[in-house]
């Protein structure tokens, strides 16, 4: 069974950093592209970003280049997402998710991590 | 980057109706728009990718069809468990980007 499983949020204070991780099993990891995506409390879907199966090539959404950093872990099967700087509208649930075969669509998520961003 | 509406925002529907939901995008892109189902406190569940392919395991009342700048998402036959927001991404151009949602209740 492919499970996918974020840990490391919580509250920071704004200028503060966190890592994000997201430890999958249940399928070949390496095999995979893989996102993060979040979304604000009562709010729609944004992606954030993606990475290529080696971690040699990733992406961002324009507003967070140069504040999240996106890294994998094949041997020990885990996606990371590493947040600085971070800002009141970072609050969101965060999700990592996996790639249908580089479509670009995402099969399986995880159930979210909750992050928080206030003074 | 490639901006997505969706329509209605919003629908009342009941349960055996036929629903669709249209997804425009602000520029033409390949046939990389993709179909999810979210629920209250769940995390999205892909319905449908490549505008018309059915993810495994998802009933054949839904359906994705379009191709250029406009999609859409039909229920055939609306069940109690597809009350529901729904979201279209795009998956061609960086960064990718989903619509605002269409709620069905």
């Known amino acids: 069974e492919v499970q996918l499983v974020e840990s490391g949020g919580g509250l920071v204070q704004p200028g503060g950093s966190l890592r994000l991780s997201c430890a999958a099993s249940?399928?070949?990891?390496?095999?995979?592209?893989m996102h993060w995506v979040r979304q604000p409390p009562g709010k729609g879907l944004m992606w954030v970003s993606r990475?290529?199966?080696?971690?040699?090539?990733?992406v961002y959404a324009d507003s967070l280049k140069g504040r999240f950093a996106i890294s994998r872990d094949n041997t020990n099967n885990t996606l990371y997402l590493q947040m600085s700087n971070l800002r009141a509208d970072d609050t969101a649930v965060y999700y990592c998710?996996?790639?249908?075969?580089?479509?670009?669509?995402?099969?399986?998520w995880g159930q979210g991590t909750v992050v928080t961003v206030s003074s | 980057d490639i901006r997505m509406t969706q329509s209605p925002s919003s629908l009342s529907a009941s349960v055996g109706d036929r629903v669709t939901i249209t997804c425009r995008a602000s520029q033409t892109f390949g046939n990389f728009l993709n179909w999810y189902q979210q629920k209250p406190g769940n995390a999205p569940n892909l319905l449908v990718y490549a505008a018309s392919t059915l993810q495994s395991g998802v009933p054949s009342r839904f359906s994705g069809s379009g191709s250029g700048t406009n999609f859409t998402l039909t229920i055939s036959c609306l069940q109690p468990e597809d009350f529901a927001t729904y979201y279209c991404q795009q998956s061609s151009n960086i960064p990718f980007t989903f619509g605002p949602g269409t709620k069905i209740d």
């Open positions: 990475i290529d199966v080696n971690g040699t090539s990733s």
């Open positions: 998710a996996r790639d249908v075969r580089e479509v670009g669509a995402t099969d399986y």
């Open positions: 249940g399928f070949n990891f390496s095999d995979y592209w």
